[in-house]
């Protein structure tokens, strides 16, 4: 009679297992056919430009001639400027509701951190365009001008342009890295804090503490808020300026992958512009998956190291009498 029940057990757990691993099958088997399609559909593109395609600089659909890097650096520049401004404040936000902010601020400043991450892009696009950009322009325009000799800050005052895209994008990053590392926050242990406080440790020590100690998921938060920034298309293509050219100038128009395919696949005249088009789609899809692959090697490396002996100061010893 117990052999039935077991043997029953048995075909369920195998049946779950099964499932359970189709459907990650299935999650494996999209992503090869995504890259399979993007590949077919620009096979002009591979065929008569190859790597070159990664290293042209002239983007010219009259006479035939494209060329992907500035749409690269534009997207890797924007998204690594937006990673830069927003992870500190981010972070910021994520301590302050996790350890500092009182029960009574604590729910509404929760609701409106996740109701940032639900605003569409589009919305976020319109507000840079008549909040963003114009702050921008005036703080370009009241730069010395010592410091716009300098390559970073050279460029004419227009306010469209990498810095606005990267500001931008930082705010729409910010609510997602924040709420992940508030959550990563509240599930360390309470007994890590009281450990550092018994050993005399100020708050931001226990606060140091905790972070060191969920720190393998924060660095997972902000992989997630590059991969928010790497994608982004309507914010950015409203505010960036849309000029194919590779600068290190804040102040400088420049472009990403996502924007040109958003301005110019419906308008692709010829067989070779469109798959031009789905090359840097491509393109853009390999990146994030180079990323995403560095970004969990990262965090592995990480989350191998050992606990340093000494997170706290010792306490000093008492004097004698």
């Not at 981010?90 to 350890?99: C, D, K, R, Y």
């Not at 729409?172 to 804090?193: C, D, G, H």
């Not at 226990?206 to 914010?235: D, P, Q, S």
């Amino acid at each position: 009679m117990s052999e039935r029940p077991s043997r029953t057990a048995a075909r369920g757990d195998l049946g779950f297992r099964l499932g359970t691993g189709a459907f990650a099958a299935f999650l494996c088997l999209l992503v090869i056919g995504i890259g399979v399609i993007l590949a077919d559909q620009s096979w002009l593109s591979i065929d008569k430009f190859g790597l070159g395609f990664w290293r042209g600089t002239t983007w010219d659909p009259v006479a035939g001639e494209f060329g992907a890097f500035p749409f690269i650096w534009g997207t890797l520049y924007s998204s690594l400027l937006a990673l830069v401004i927003s992870t500190p404040i981010a972070l910021g936000i994520a301590v302050f509701l996790s350890e500092l902010s009182p029960p009574v601020l604590k729910q509404p400043l929760i609701f409106l951190t996740e109701l940032l991450a639900a605003v569409p892009s589009i919305v976020y696009g319109l507000w840079a365009i008549y909040a963003l950009v114009p702050l921008v322009r005036r703080l370009e325009v009241l730069c010395p001008e010592w410091l716009r000799r300098v390559p970073l800050f050279s460029g004419p005052p227009l306010g469209v342009g990498m810095l606005a895209a990267g500001l931008v994008l930082a705010v729409m990053v910010i609510p997602f890295i924040a709420s992940v590392a508030r959550e990563i926050l509240k599930a360390v242990p309470v007994t890590q804090r009281e450990a550092a406080y018994a050993l005399g440790a100020t708050r931001w020590e226990a606060i140091r503490m905790a972070l060191y100690y969920g720190r393998t998921g924060i660095m997972g938060a902000v992989m997630l808020g590059l991969g928010r920034a790497l994608g982004e298309t309507m914010a950015v293509t409203m505010v960036i300026g849309n000029n194919p050219q590779v600068s290190l100038s804040l102040f400088a128009p420049q472009y990403t992958m996502a924007a040109v395919i958003a301005n110019e696949f419906t308008e692709a005249a010829g067989d070779l512009y469109r798959d031009a088009l789905v090359e840097i789609g491509l393109v853009l899809f390999t990146i994030t998956i180079v990323i995403n692959i560095l970004s969990q090697l990262l965090i592995w490396s990480v989350s191998d190291q050992r606990v340093p002996r000494r997170v706290v100061p010792k306490p000093k010893p008492a004097l004698a009498a």
